[in-house]
Structure formats: structure tokens, C-alpha cells
């Protein structure tokens, strides 16, 4: 099982690092996310911590990972190499752990390189590392867990655009129900605040690990590969 998957992810880390693709998308997250960084220190007193950058970063994220994502799994349905795959001796769980893992590998990579801030903050500043490492791990289980929503897209449909827009739409949605919640009162408030997407995050940004929001990331991102995985089932029957 762990070879195919190792497999796959090869495969699919080569196809993103030997083409522009991964390259323009890792310039776009860091160009971004670096003026976020200088907005974040420009204040009249900057704060010497990565706070206000990572707030800001998550929304990038909305519109990054369906674009990183998009090609993953449409592009194999509309090049029909998708059922290829599905009929060679590899099982739809470990097709989709692999192009996800892949996808994990270049988030991983974008963000050691915005380590650079964290160097730059400690070479004029003395900021207090634990909660800027308690920021990164809330950045990569949101990462982990917006990648897992824009690959169950990615399977949604042949259309590349359409799965984007698709993965868009449903991190979009997750985003703003959280603004939503204080419009609302008693039961329906505390569920629009737990399924918000970014209220979970807050408390990484403040530098707290809240297991809690642990356990949401890290549901919400195996739930999403579990669709992903029961609808590359279901072509089998189609």
C-alpha cells in the first residue's frame, strides 16, 4: 500500500516541480503572504511576531489550494487516464493519499521558505518563538486541511476551472459562516462558529494549541479525502 502511494506522490511531485506550474503558484502564496509580512511590521509600533501575517495568509489559502489542486484529479478524467489508473492494481485510497501527499510536499516547501521572516524578525527584534512555531503548525494543518477540500473538487468534475471554482466556493463558504455567527443567537451561533474554518484557527494565531481545533483540521481533512476516495469508487459503477 505505502509504495503505490510513495508511487503516485513521486509521480505527481515531479509533474509539479518539472513544470511552471508549482513555481508560479509558490511565487504568487509567497509574494502575497510577503506583503502581507511588510503590512504586519509597518505600524507605527510593530508587533514582533507573525500574527497578524498568518491571520492575513489563511485567506490566501481560499484561493491558493483550489488552484494547486485543480489539475490533480480533472485532468486525469479529461485525458481518460483516470480510468487506466483505476483499473491497474491500485485501490482509490491509495490513488488519492498520493496526489495528496504531493500536494503536501509543495505546501511544505512554500512555507519553509517563509522561514525568512522568522529570520528577519529575530535579526532586528527579539520575538518569543513559541507561539511563531505554534503559528506555522495552525498554517499547515490549515493548508492540510484546504488542499484536502480542493482535491475532492479536483474529482468533482473534468473541468479543471470548474473544480476551482468549485474548491473556491466551498472555502469561501467556510470562511465567511464564521462572520455570519454573531448575526445569529443560542445554537445556531455556536454551530456557524464551529464550522468556520477560521475561528478555529485564532487560537494558533495567538500562539495557543487548542486540541480542539486540532481535531476539526484534522477531520474535516480526513472526511474530505474519504469523499474524494468513495467518489473515484463510485466510477467504477458508472
Given amino acids: 500500500m505505502f509504495h503505490n502511494i510513495l508511487a503516485i506522490s513521486w509521480k505527481e511531485t515531479k509533474v509539479y516541480f518539472s513544470t511552471p506550474a508549482a513555481y508560479i503558484i509558490a511565487t504568487v502564496f509567497l509574494a502575497l503572504t510577503g506583503y502581507f509580512f511588510v503590512q504586519s511590521i509597518s505600524v507605527a509600533l510593530p508587533e514582533a511576531s507573525l ?20 489539475r490533480l484529479l480533472a485532468e ?67 493548508g492540510a486541511a484546504t488542499l484536502s477540500i480542493g482535491l475532492f473538487a479536483s474529482s468533482l468534475s473534468p473541468n479543471q476551472i470548474v473544480s476551482a471554482v468549485i474548491g473556491f466556493g466551498v472555502l469561501l463558504m467556510l470562511t465567511l459562516i464564521g462572520q455570519a455567527a454573531p448575526l445569529t443567537e443560542g445554537v445556531t451561533a455556536q454551530v456557524l462558529s464551529q464550522i468556520s474554518i477560521t475561528n478555529h484557527f485564532q487560537d494558533f494565531a495567538r500562539g495557543i494549541i487548542d486540541t480542539h481545533s486540532v481535531v476539526y483540521f484534522v477531520v474535516l481533512t480526513v472526511l474530505m479525502l474519504f469523499l474524494t476516495s468513495r467518489n473515484l469508487e463510485s466510477r467504477r459503477w458508472r
Fill in 51 to 70: 500574527r497578524q501575517w498568518a491571520i492575513a495568509s489563511t485567506a490566501v489559502f481560499t484561493l491558493w489550494a483550489p488552484v494547486l489542486t485543480m
Fill in 76 to 142: 486525469e478524467q479529461k485525458l481518460g487516464t483516470l480510468e487506466l489508473l483505476m483499473t491497474s492494481p491500485v485501490r482509490d485510497t491509495e490513488i488519492v493519499l498520493g496526489k495528496y501527499l504531493a500536494t503536501l510536499i509543495v505546501l511544505v516547501s512554500t512555507l519553509m521558505i517563509t522561514l525568512f521572516y522568522v529570520i528577519l524578525l529575530n535579526w532586528f527584534g527579539d520575538p518569543d518563538m513559541g507561539p511563531m512555531f505554534v503559528g506555522y503548525l495552525g498554517l499547515l494543518l490549515f
